[in-house]
């Protein structure tokens, strides 16, 4: 008999709330998940375990709900959804990109800021002038949310 996993297993081992996991099977990016003819509770096996790592992954770098159920109904597909897979994800890597610039945007404000204040600390009017223009020039960089 193959060796199959409780709900808490698999949530210890893929880092996904059991909640969570109900809710992909419920939704339909897992399973259905075999149950325990007695019990009736979740059984997973080692392939939903890769599976279950594969969207862990997934949802650890963003990827929404409906993008994860895209991306598996083309790993169905396989090669022949390969342009549409690796689009998807270039998608995803461009908004990450766009993440981090975002916050090195953020970092470099926040380090001028301390700057400006260690030269007015240190009572050098000349170099907080000149941090004072370096945080205006981060600033100008910042990505306000409204």
Not at 32 to 46: I, L, N, Q, T
Not at 90 to 115: N, S
Not at 121 to 128: L, V
Request: charged residues 40%; proline residues 1%.
């Amino acid at each position: 008999m193959a060796t199959t996993f409780t709900i808490r297993d698999v949530s210890r081992r893929s880092g996904l709330s059991e909640p969570t996991l109900r809710y992909y099977e419920d939704v339909g990016l897992i399973g259905p998940v075999e149950r325990d003819e007695s019990s009736g509770h979740r059984r997973y096996r080692a392939e939903d375990l890769d599976m279950l790592d594969m969207l862990s992954c997934l949802r650890a770098v963003g990827v929404g709900i409906e993008d994860m159920r895209t991306y598996m109904a083309n790993r169905a597909r396989g090669r022949a959804a390969a342009a549409e897979q690796r689009d998807l994800l270039l998608r995803h890597a461009e908004r990450v990109e766009r993440e981090l610039a975002a916050q090195r945007a953020r970092l470099t404000y926040l380090k001028e800021k301390a700057a400006m204040w260690d030269a007015r600390d240190r009572g050098d009017d000349a170099a907080e002038a000149e941090a004072t223009r370096r945080v205006k020039a981060a600033a100008g960089r910042l990505e306000v949310e409204r």
